[in-house]
């Protein structure tokens, strides 16, 4: 299986910052890599899929690169509704994988 | 606008047998690279692939659980349903049902209901 490693599991930030969490895979998943945004008590809301496209919706200070192995997803101004838990995960082959998910919290 | 709704019993015993069924609106199962996947979240951890259908009927599970799921579908009512055998505590978590098209990531989600397994 295909392991997805998320760091840091805990980010503490304000709002206006930059925040960059990144996502390691076990081996190359080229770019079959998507985030999540996970807040309680709501589904997941898919942000970045195929590693660098924006979900319809999702605003552009989300971003996302990487390839084969080393991926990061980039909140370029964190604003009040952006803390949550990211969540990233690959669908190279099966089974899918999840990391084990950041925590963005307030400084 | 595609929405997908789970359904089934919040509270099952040790042992039991957990059927959820997920009700789809929006899309049809029926058409051609349409797939439902399962995930769940246990509480304070992360998530976890369970099982996917396809719109042919193709069927994918994680391997750590493949003894214990079946999912199937029911074209008729356009639900998809699985089932998980010999449930334990462990299991405890919020299980949600998951749109894709085949080659594209999972995009659009249910609302989750959360399982308790309990004696």
């Known amino acids: 299986d295909i392991q997805v490693t998320q760091s840091p599991s805990t980010l503490s930030a304000s709002v206006g910052d930059r925040v960059t969490i990144t996502c390691r895979a076990s081996q190359s998943i080229v770019t079959w890599l998507a985030w999540f945004q996970v807040k309680p008590g709501n589904a997941p809301k898919l942000l970045i899929y195929k590693a660098s496209n924006l979900q319809s919706g999702v605003p552009s200070r989300f971003s996302g690169s990487g390839s084969g192995t080393e991926f990061t997803l980039t909140i370029s101004s964190l604003q009040p509704d952006d803390f949550a838990t990211y969540y990233c995960q690959h669908y190279h082959n099966y089974p899918w994988t999840f990391g084990q998910g950041t925590r963005v919290e307030s400084k | 606008q595609i929405t997908l709704k789970e359904s089934g019993p919040a509270l099952v015993k040790p042992t039991q047998t957990l059927t959820l069924t997920c009700t789809l609106s929006?899309?049809?199962?029926?058409?051609?690279?349409?797939?439902v996947a399962w995930i769940r979240q246990p509480p304070g951890k992360t998530l976890e692939w369970l099982a996917l259908i396809y719109w042919d009927d193709d069927k994918y599970y994680n391997p750590s659980l493949q003894s214990r799921l079946t999912v199937t579908k029911d074209t008729s009512k356009n639900q998809v349903v699985l089932t998980m055998t010999n449930m334990d505590p462990v299991d405890t978590a919020t299980y949600y049902c998951v749109h894709r098209l085949m080659g594209r990531p999972l995009d659009s989600w249910g609302q989750g209901t959360l399982v308790t397994v309990s004696s």
């Open positions: 929006g899309f049809s199962i029926s058409t051609s690279e349409v797939g």
